[in-house]
């Protein structure tokens, strides 16, 4: 049967792109089925993201939208089961941490069709992260795992799992990164596509951009407000451009906290495509984020991150890569911000298998487990 291969919410689409091509440039080519759960759903957060990578149309899409945990990850195993059962793939391949990961697994295991999970190991030791708990327990049932940096399997064997099911292949999203720098969308075009001057940025001699969605970051209006106003210190300094995710969107405007954010010195952008993104941070001073993803594609680009939380599970990025843990403190996000802009701010180097081959690695190996017998 065909590698089941399942995505869910943004940060999946790029890192099964180059997945889906690794399995089809393989010799043999390993037959593939894209399923997509719906988890997200909206142009901005979904369907212009496939366009930009050159995604295949999903041959399934499970349509499961927005919902809490229990409702979001309860929907996609009703439906997936279904789908698993019609298609009797020879495994089921997910990536990363969102809900439709674990939902996905939790039917795949049940019915004892083998689990291959990339972007294996990561632990933040957070537990009050719902990334945390899938993580955890997609790596605990789990038949093969592929971790992006070396110190996922010393967390991986701390939880018990045997080092034979475990591979280090490196990183799948820097893999569309380095496929796709060259055609990224110049940050003066993004800027002026959505009606602001480039020249502002110029003349200030750069800009910072910002993303923020982390539940822990912005579903609690004291803590959303204290954010804005230190990015608002910020902006001051720099201008920003801060591209907002659905979530803060909300929040921002469910807890009245418009005003503090200074539109003169900040641009408000949707959701933007890879292109943009990849654009906007490859031009960019520095970058304010709680994003996992930005953490590892500023260190793959050499720009300097703050990382708005208390811990990283990308450890590598702030030990050899651009990435400082700033938290949610004022003084630490000023001082990592000011260091930035005296010319001081980190350079790093790019990690080890991060080289824009991590899906064929992936593939090779996949070959020749799913040749053995897999599991
Ligand atoms: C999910 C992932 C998170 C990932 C993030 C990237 C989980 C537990 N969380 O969080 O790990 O970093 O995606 O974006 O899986 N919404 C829209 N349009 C959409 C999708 C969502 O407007 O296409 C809005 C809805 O109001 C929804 C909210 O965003 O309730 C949150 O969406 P959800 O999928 O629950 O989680 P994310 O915060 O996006």
């Known amino acids: 049967g065909p590698v089941m291969c399942v995505v869910g919410a943004r940060p999946n689409f790029m890192k099964m792109a180059p997945i889906l091509r690794a399995l089809a440039t393989h010799q043999p080519p390993l037959p593939a ?28 899409n499970l349509e499961v939208g927005s919902g809490s945990h229990a409702v979001q990850t309860a929907e996609v195993m009703k439906r997936f089961e279904p789908a698993l059962d ?91 990164l380095v496929a796709n720098k060259p055609k990224a969308r110049p940050a003066a075009e993004t800027l002026q596509a959505h009606g602001f001057d480039p020249s502002l940025v110029r003349q200030a001699g750069g ?15 004291d803590t959303l407000r204290a954010l ?29 906290l418009a005003g503090l954010i200074d539109t003169q010195r900040t641009a408000l952008l949707p959701p933007q495509g890879y292109l943009e993104m990849l654009g906007l941070m490859r031009d960019a001073t520095l970058v304010l984020t709680d994003s996992g993803g930005l953490q590892e594609e500023t260190t793959a680009l050499g720009v300097p991150c703050l990382t708005l939380r208390e811990n990283t599970e990308r450890p590598i ?22 260091e930035i802009l005296r010319g001081d701010g980190k350079r790093g180097r790019v990690p080890e298998f991060w080289d824009g081959h991590a899906a064929d690695r992936i593939a090779a190996d996949l070959h020749r487990w799913l040749l053995a017998g897999a599991p």
Not at 35 to 53: A, R, W
């Open 317 to 338: 990025t702030a030990e050899q890569g651009t990435n400082t843990l700033v938290g949610r403190d004022r003084n630490a996000i000023l001082a990592g911000a000011a």
């Open 33 to 60: 089925l894209l399923v997509h759960t719906g988890q997200h759903y909206d142009q901005g957060m979904s369907h212009q993201l496939f366009d930009d990578l050159g995604l295949p149309r999903p041959d399934l």
């Open 228 to 256: 804005l106003s230190v990015l608002g210190e910020v902006a001051a300094q720099l201008p920003l451009v801060f591209a907002l995710h659905p979530r803060t969107r909300n929040n921002i405007e469910r807890f009245g």
């Open 86 to 176: 019609a298609h009797q793939p020879s495994c089921v391949l997910v990536v990363g941490d969102v809900n439709s990961t674990l939902a996905c697994t939790l039917v795949a295991v049940k019915k004892s069709v083998p689990v291959v999970h990339v972007e294996a190991g990561l632990r933040s030791w957070d537990r009050k992260m719902p990334e945390e708990i899938n993580r955890v327990l997609t790596d605990q049932v789990a038949d093969r795992l592929y971790t992006t940096e070396r110190s996922a399997l010393d967390n991986l064997l701390r939880e018990g799992i045997d080092e034979a099911r475990v591979c280090f292949a490196g990183n799948v999203m820097i893999d569309s």
């Open 207 to 221: 800009y910072g951009v910002v993303t923020l969605h982390r539940p822990s970051n912005v579903d609690d209006a």
